[in-house]
């Protein structure tokens, strides 16, 4: 056993660092917290909507947004992919989203806002055509300090099970 959570001894006074939990480790209705979170920027919003070529009224025209509710909100597309990102430390080891369903958009969220994300683990089984991989089913939501949920939705990853695949062939034990 090694003295520290986040790392596993292969040596005497040399660790690993662990990516993630097992596969194997994780179950049913486990809920996961998410850190750190991030602050959302409005100018950081509006720079990926020019580069996605998103012109949602609401995040790049000013007058649009002061009628919908003060300030600019921070483009949705953003908000779902930083959530699915903040994930991949717990889940690191995926192999492919296998689809994502009931992604739903609470709140707006605004400039300055900071959004925590937090997982639930609702399903997972053994692949049946992949032996070293797994399916698991996750429904993962984005939160603000005040508790306001901004984002919400169910994903279906493959990955691979514990101490299998490439993350072991390359010391990721």
Same mark, same amino acid.
């Not at 596993?8 to 809920?31: C, K, P, R, S």
């Not at 990102?85 to 709140?107: D, H, P, S, Y």
């Not at 055509?129 to 005040?146: N, W, Y």
């Given at each position: 056993?090694?003295?520290?959570?986040?790392?596993?001894?292969?040596?005497?006074?040399?660790?690993?660092?662990?990516?993630?939990?097992?596969?194997?480790?994780?179950?049913?209705?486990?809920?996961?917290?998410?850190?750190?979170?991030?602050? %959302?920027?409005? &100018?950081d !919003?509006?720079? @990926?909507?020019?580069?996605?070529?998103? =012109?949602?009224? +609401?995040?790049?025209?000013?007058?649009?947004?002061?009628?919908?509710?003060?300030?600019?909100s921070?483009?949705?597309?953003?908000?779902?992919?930083?959530?699915?990102?903040?994930?991949?430390?717990?889940?690191?080891?995926?192999?492919?989203?296998?689809?994502?369903?009931?992604?739903?958009?609470?709140?707006?969220?605004?400039?300055?806002?900071?959004?925590?994300?937090e997982?639930?683990? %609702?399903?997972? &089984?053994? !692949?049946?055509? @992949?032996?070293?991989?797994?399916?698991? =089913?996750?429904? +993962?939501?984005?939160?603000?300090?005040?508790?306001?949920?901004?984002?919400?939705?169910?994903?279906?990853?493959?990955?691979?099970?514990?101490?299998?695949?490439?993350?072991?062939?390359?010391?990721?034990?």
């Amino acid at each position: 056993m090694s003295l520290f959570l986040s790392h596993i001894a292969i040596g005497e006074n040399e660790y690993v660092e662990t990516i993630g939990i097992e596969f194997d480790d994780l179950a049913v209705g486990m809920i996961i917290e998410h850190r750190p979170g991030f602050t %959302l920027y409005a &100018r950081d !919003s509006l720079e @990926r909507a020019r580069i996605s070529g998103d =012109h949602t009224p +609401s995040v790049v025209d000013p007058e649009v947004a002061s009628a919908e509710g003060g300030q600019s909100s921070i483009l949705e597309s953003w908000i779902a992919g930083s959530l699915a990102a903040t994930t991949t430390r717990v889940f690191g080891r995926v192999t492919a989203n296998l689809g994502w369903e009931n992604i739903v958009f609470e709140a707006p969220a605004r400039d300055g806002d900071t959004m925590f994300a937090e997982s639930t683990v %609702l399903d997972k &089984r053994h !692949s049946k055509s @992949r032996p070293d991989q797994g399916i698991l =089913h996750i429904t +993962s939501r984005g939160v603000t300090r005040k508790g306001t949920e901004i984002c919400r939705f169910e994903r279906r990853l493959l990955v691979y099970r514990s101490a299998q695949g490439p993350h072991k062939q390359a010391g990721y034990v």
